[in-house]
């Protein structure tokens, strides 16, 4: 699996519509290093990738419920909060290789908020083709068997203490 752009819509420190990152690669530049101050949106990028993947199964739940729903809802840039947004997305874009060949995948999370109750919307692109609600489920199925949470938990952990080994100070000032 290789990540090539992510969209966050009102997600964490990425407040509004455009808030896109590429992490195209080359053969001269082939390693992505996100850093940032505290707050930055480090460890939201993290989580959202994280949460675009898996949903509710990153959090430790078996379905959406009001705890999972708590803890999207805390994902949610404070600023489209308070402005009464009812739009939050996260959008994957990322290539994996089936069969001996590359396949493009999009997978889109969106959550509209009515008042208190937050709605979930799931869709699954390959190669540019939306995926029916059987394929989805195939898909989420074969994502699960393919990386391990606990894998992704373990990256999300290593991320997080890599400060110790790359402290940011050292490297705003290049």
Same mark, same amino acid.
């Not at 959406?64 to 489209?80: G, M, P």
């Not at 959550?111 to 394929?135: A, Q, Y």
């Given at each position: ?13 990425? %407040?509004?519509? #455009?808030?896109? *990152? ?13 850093? +940032? ?15 675009? *993947?898996? +949903?509710?199964?990153?959090?430790? $739940? ?5 705890? %999972? $729903? ?44 009515? +008042? ?5 919307? $799931? ?7 939306? *995926? ?19 894998? *992704?938990?373990?990256? %999300? ?8 080994? $790359? ?5 705003? #000032?290049?």
């Amino acid at each position: 699996m290789k990540f090539k752009k992510i969209l966050l819509r009102n997600i964490g420190a990425y %407040y509004g519509q #455009n808030n896109e *990152l590429d992490f195209s690669t080359s053969s001269e530049q082939n390693v992505i290093l996100i850093g +940032g101050k505290n707050g930055a949106g480090k460890t939201t990028l993290l989580e959202s990738i994280r949460v675009a *993947l898996f +949903g509710c199964i990153s959090y430790g $739940f078996m379905t959406e419920n009001e705890a %999972y $729903f708590n803890k999207i809802q805390s994902l949610f840039n404070r600023k489209a909060r308070k402005e009464h947004n009812s739009h939050y997305q996260i959008i994957l874009d990322y290539e994996s290789v089936e069969n001996f060949l590359p396949v493009h995948y999009t997978i889109s999370r969106v959550w509209n908020l009515k +008042g208190t109750k937050i709605n979930e919307t $799931f869709s699954v692109k390959r190669d540019g083709r939306l *995926l029916d609600e059987r394929e989805t489920d195939n898909y989420q199925n074969r994502l699960r068997e393919e990386i391990p949470l606990a894998y *992704l938990s373990y990256v %999300y952990l290593m991320a997080k203490k890599s400060h110790a080994l $790359f402290p940011m100070d050292v490297y705003l #000032n290049i």
